[in-house]
């Protein structure tokens, strides 16, 4: 079925160092989104790509989505406590009737202080 | 800012016992998905609504778990009976109109535990 690949699982990080998590599709995406879910919280939607190519950045985090559409990454710069979480990549497959948002499994970062 | 809403957060349940989540999405939100989301993994998609109909429920198990809208606006997902594997942490979420590239706005879900 359609899957959505995430790199690395896990990520520890010293405070300031930067941190990258990759996703690939199996096959091309209209779109990607992802979102963060802090510990004990709920996922957050953080931003969506949609052109080939497209990059996006929102504050210390930058996001690109691939030419072949099928891969995406976040990049966070000088990571802080604050950034601590798991962060998931999303993809829209059809469904039964209409499309499923299938996510990734998630690279979980820590940030040591 | 508007909130998705869902009860119980915890919910502690005995196996072969009936267990019910309630979800309150945001307002005009016409489309309603249910998550189930095992401890290190994705969420993955259980049903979708749009309004009061049900859209996508392939991955629901339907011979224990049901889900409604009746209205079109709340929902309830229901177990019956429990299994000790349906443990797990179950999100609503809602988005505006249902396309791939709305934005989905997640609960803060409802920790299930079965003993």
């Known amino acids: 079925g359609q899957q959505v690949m995430q790199i690395p699982q896990y990520q520890h990080v010293q405070e300031g160092e930067d941190f990258t998590t990759y996703c690939n599709s199996s096959t091309t995406l209209s779109n990607i989104q992802w979102y963060k879910q802090r510990p004990g919280g709920h996922p957050v939607f953080l931003i969506q790509l949609v052109k080939s190519g497209e990059v996006k950045k929102q504050k210390r985090l930058t996001f690109q989505f691939g030419e072949a559409k099928k891969n995406s990454s976040l990049h966070i710069t000088a990571t802080q406590t604050t950034d601590v979480g798991t962060y998931f990549c999303a993809g829209p497959y059809s469904g039964a009737g209409s499309y499923q948002l299938t996510f990734g499994k998630g690279t979980k970062l820590s940030v040591i202080p | 800012e508007a909130e ?14 009936a267990v019910a989540f309630w979800c309150d999405p945001i307002s005009g939100h016409a489309t309603l998905y249910w998550y189930r989301q095992i401890l290190g993994q994705g969420p993955e998609l259980l049903v979708q ?44 979420a809602s988005s505006l109109e249902g396309i791939s590239i709305d934005e989905q706005y997640f609960g803060p879900g409802t920790r299930l535990t079965v003993t």
């Open chain 2, 4 to 17: 998705v809403a869902q009860s119980p957060r915890y919910k502690i349940t005995e196996k072969s016992q």
């Open chain 2, 49 to 92: 609504f749009q309004d009061e109909s049900v859209v996508d429920d392939s991955q629901l198990p339907k011979d224990r778990f049901s889900a409604e809208r009746l209205k079109g606006v709340d929902s309830t997902l229901k177990i019956q009976p429990a299994e000790l594997g349906d443990s797990a942490m179950y999100l609503c």
